[in-house]
């Protein structure tokens, strides 16, 4: 799972004021201003890395109608994300028009999925899908940008059940600009 997340564990609407103003958010794009060249590469190496794509239906539209089209400087986060699986978890979609897209109806098919063991399947954006992951116990690995802001309120991807969750970093980048770039695994014994 890659997030972009504030201090106080903010995850909505990262990368444009008008992404995600559910709930009165007004703080829309807060993200991009902690990119430097670090957190680009990182971004870059992670899109490299994944074996496919997994998105809520929401993000999944979003990047269905922008990044089909990207030519230039961003084609180099455009070509993992055209060119590899993507699936999306929707009951209501039947079938997903983004060139290589799959539907999956439920969290069982994506732990079925995930089970197939054919690669690093990531998450990008999709908060509900990510809280709905983290929440069965479906994440292996957490790749976080934590940046040095607090928003104060919006959507968060972390259960509040009470279940006790352990990992392990494996790797922390600090960036120029004041951000964490942390990569965690599962701890080993799963939910504590």
């Known amino acids: 799972m890659i997030k972009s997340v504030s201090l106080d564990g903010v995850v909505q609407a990262p990368g444009a004021p008008d992404e995600d103003p559910s709930g009165g958010f007004a703080h829309g794009g807060w993200h991009l201003r902690w ?3 670090a957190s680009r590469q990182w971004v870059v ?3 490299n890395a994944a074996a496919a794509f997994l998105f809520g239906r929401r993000t999944y539209d979003r990047f269905a109608a922008h990044w089909p089209h990207v030519t230039g400087p961003e084609q180099v986060v455009a070509d993992p994300l ?4 993507k699936y999306v978890v929707s009951s209501a979609l039947t079938a997903g028009e983004w060139t290589g897209s799959s539907v999956l109806p439920d969290l069982p098919a994506v732990a079925d999925l995930a089970r197939s063991g054919e690669g690093e399947l990531h998450v990008i954006g999709s908060a ?3 809280a709905a992951l983290l929440a069965a116990d479906l994440v292996d690995e957490l790749r976080l940008m934590v940046d040095p802001v607090r928003l104060g309120g919006g ?3 972390w259960p509040s059940d009470g279940t006790l969750q352990s ?3 494996t790797r922390c980048t600090p960036t120029s600009t004041g951000s964490l770039l942390l ?3 599962r701890a080993a014994g799963g939910q504590d």
């Open 35 to 37: 990119f430097d060249d």
């Open 45 to 47: 190496d992670n899109l």
């Open 128 to 130: 509900g899908l990510a």
């Open 155 to 157: 959507k968060r991807i």
């Open 183 to 185: 990569h965690y695994e």
């Open 82 to 85: 055209n060119n590899k699986p």
């Open 167 to 169: 990992y392990a970093l």
